[in-house]
């Protein structure tokens, strides 16, 4: 099968963009996946993150979407309000050709207000995180009796989370009638689970699901305390010098705890976590990429 974009049966419009993208050929889940969610098959796939999985799934979404009706077709639920918006930001870009296709994020760190605004004016898509989706539903302000395609981004974090409970609660409002697709870089027992209630005669993928183990040179130090261990941190960074990295922390107060190290040990750093608002969160991490 030829891996390029045109091969598929996509509107006019959706091809036309893809060009002006120039996005040509198709990645390995692309290819795979494409001609089976166009054909209405629910899949389970699991592909690293990176692996262009958002397209495989957005631009089935967009080409059987109806523009006229301003009723909710598709719910895809993400772990995170980053990568809700940043889904979103994707399925717009690979929309821009398709008039008037209007995709909502509803996420936390947002005023559920200014949510139930735009929710009022209607959306053909909604991507969204589990608590703040199911709270919509569990207050009847949000409709989902015509979705047509339901999906799980990232399914293996969502569980991580602890969002079981909820995605079951939110698949109890969609349609029974439906397409579900669910993309995970992961494939533990819960996952098997969780596809057993959402999906219904699925397609297995799986594509490039390692890591080149090349990309990542991992070295363990090994301290006795948590003082050593921040005594540790300042060590590496004095000697390596990064201009940008990353420290992940178990627990909320650990990043506020060596955001607070860092920056008195003349370090500019900003901490991220669920407790931070979502606008400082946004500035933390355009702070980060400029």
């Not at 045109?6 to 494409?34: C, G, R, S, V, Y």
């Not at 059987?64 to 870009?93: F, G």
């Not at 609660?169 to 009638?177: A, L, Q």
């Not at 995970?184 to 996952?191: D, K, M, Q, R, V």
């Amino acid at each position: 099968m030829s891996d390029r974009f045109e091969t598929l049966k996509l509107k006019d419009a959706l091809l036309l963009n893809l060009k002006a993208l120039e996005f040509h050929t198709m990645t390995p889940i692309q290819k795979m996946a494409l001609p089976l969610v166009l054909e209405g098959k629910d899949i389970i796939a699991q592909a690293k993150t990176g692996s262009g999985k958002t397209a495989a799934f957005a631009l089935s979404i967009l080409d059987k979407l109806d523009p006229h009706s301003l009723k909710i077709q598709s719910l895809i639920l993400c772990p995170t309000r980053e990568l809700a918006e940043q889904v979103a930001k994707e399925i717009r870009t690979l929309a821009r050709m398709l008039k008037n296709i209007k995709v909502l994020t509803i996420c936390g760190g947002v005023q559920e207000i200014h949510q139930e605004k735009s929710l009022a004016h209607g959306a053909h898509i909604i991507v969204g995180t589990p608590g703040r989706t199911f709270s919509f539903l569990k207050s009847e302000q949000m409709n989902l009796d015509s979705v047509k395609s339901f999906v799980l981004d990232e399914a293996d974090r969502m569980l991580d989370m602890g969002f079981h409970e909820d995605i079951m609660h939110i698949e109890s409002f969609v349609p029974k009638e439906r397409q579900s697709m669910l993309f995970s870089a992961t494939f533990p027992l819960e996952i098997e689970e969780l596809s057993r209630g959402v999906l219904t005669d699925a397609q297995t993928i799986k594509v490039d699901t390692e890591h080149d183990e090349n990309i990542i040179e991992e070295i363990f130090y090994k301290v006795d305390s948590h003082q050593d261990k921040n005594d540790a941190l300042l060590d590496v960074l004095n000697h390596y010098r990064p201009e940008r990295l990353i420290v992940f922390c178990k627990t909320k107060q650990i990043v506020d705890s060596i955001t607070k190290l860092l920056n008195k040990n003349g370090i500019f750093a900003a901490g991220i976590h669920g407790d931070i608002k979502q606008n400082e969160r946004t500035t933390v991490l355009t702070m980060c990429s400029n």
